[in-house]
């Protein structure tokens, strides 16, 4: 008896001894994340013996805040953020980056007829946008003041659908494909064509954690590129399961958003180096380009802010 119970506890203590972590999502489980919630669906994660909590997201979730306070040991986040937040005292370190090409995009209607994002400033047309972005206030930079009629982008496709002049913020990989369901064509122009392009779902956690748990972070790391390969691969069982956490998105959407991301996840470096590749000069770039346009006082020290694994 004294030899079962001694077993029971020890099986006990091994399949608690993973410590439990939470990855904090900043929107609901769509494509975007699909390579996260594959290493879930999987079993990549258990594979590697980790607890990891996927933890949806909505519109402004502060999840860099979440990190940086030790709500959550990882979250996903725009390259933007993580300089921001390290001049307010935080010490957020990028992991992996998704979007090598950020999707961040333009949406206008196809009759308009808009060569480029330069004769959408110079139109009477009606531009959703939050102007507080970094992409918009490099716009400004760029472009100089806009003629378009500027109100607060609310998200959705609502007045896209009712209005004709509708122009607005939006991704290249998920908008166009919910207006054109609906049988209306739209151009889009990508922000990363005028040259700004940050990393975009971006996976971070405190460099004290990183410190503290060099070789949890790591397989951590080789789980999601390992589900991210398989979701780029084989995208169906995953849409599936989000599908159902995320009923607000139709099934075949899922597939046609996660067939439209590929090419802005996987390049030719990425072919060489692995995905989630991040490079020195594309975070000096950006820093300069925040600094630019006032989003940052000073430049950091750019090596401090990411770490590929």
């Not at 079993?43 to 990891?52: A, D, M, Q, R």
């Not at 921001?84 to 992991?95: F, K, Q, T, Y």
């Not at 989003?295 to 950091?300: E, F, N």
Request: aromatic content about 10%; hydrophobic content about 45%.
């Amino acid at each position: 008896m004294k030899k079962k119970y001694f077993l029971i506890i020890l099986f006990f203590c091994m399949n608690t001894n993973a410590q439990s972590l939470k990855l904090a999502l900043n929107w609901k489980p769509e494509p975007q994340f699909g390579g996260f919630y594959a290493a879930e669906v999987e079993g990549i994660f258990h594979k590697k013996s980790l607890n990891i909590r996927i933890i949806p997201g909505s519109a402004g979730t502060p999840t860099i805040q979440a990190v940086s306070a030790g709500q959550a040991e990882f979250g996903i986040v725009s390259a933007e953020e993580v300089p921001v937040s390290r001049l307010h005292g935080s010490d957020i370190v990028a992991l992996f980056a998704v979007y090598q090409t950020n999707p961040q995009s333009i949406l206008a209607h196809a009759e308009d007829d808009f060569k480029s994002i330069k004769d959408i400033f110079n139109s009477n047309a009606t531009f959703a946008v939050q102007k507080g972005l970094p992409f918009f206030l490099y716009l400004l930079k760029k472009l100089g003041k806009p003629q378009v009629k500027l109100v607060p982008s609310l998200g959705g496709i609502t007045n896209f659908l009712t209005d004709p002049h509708f122009v607005q913020q939006g991704f290249a990989t998920a908008e166009p494909l919910l207006i054109e369901k609906r049988g209306i064509k739209v151009k889009v122009f990508k922000i990363s064509d005028e040259g700004f392009n940050p990393y975009l779902t971006v996976l971070v956690a405190r460099k004290a954690f990183i410190e503290k748990n060099p070789l949890l972070v790591k397989k951590v790391v080789d789980a999601v590129r390992e589900g991210w390969q398989i979701y780029l691969d084989q995208p169906m069982k995953t849409n599936g399961v989000m599908h159902r956490l995320n009923p607000s998105m139709d099934e075949a959407t899922f597939q046609a958003s996660s067939q439209a991301q590929k090419s802005f996840i996987e390049t030719e470096e990425t072919a060489e180096h692995g995905l989630g590749l991040m490079t020195q000069k594309r975070w000096e770039i950006l820093c300069e380009q925040l600094k630019m346009v006032g989003a940052i006082r000073q430049v950091p020290d750019v090596k401090d802010l990411f770490l590929n694994l």
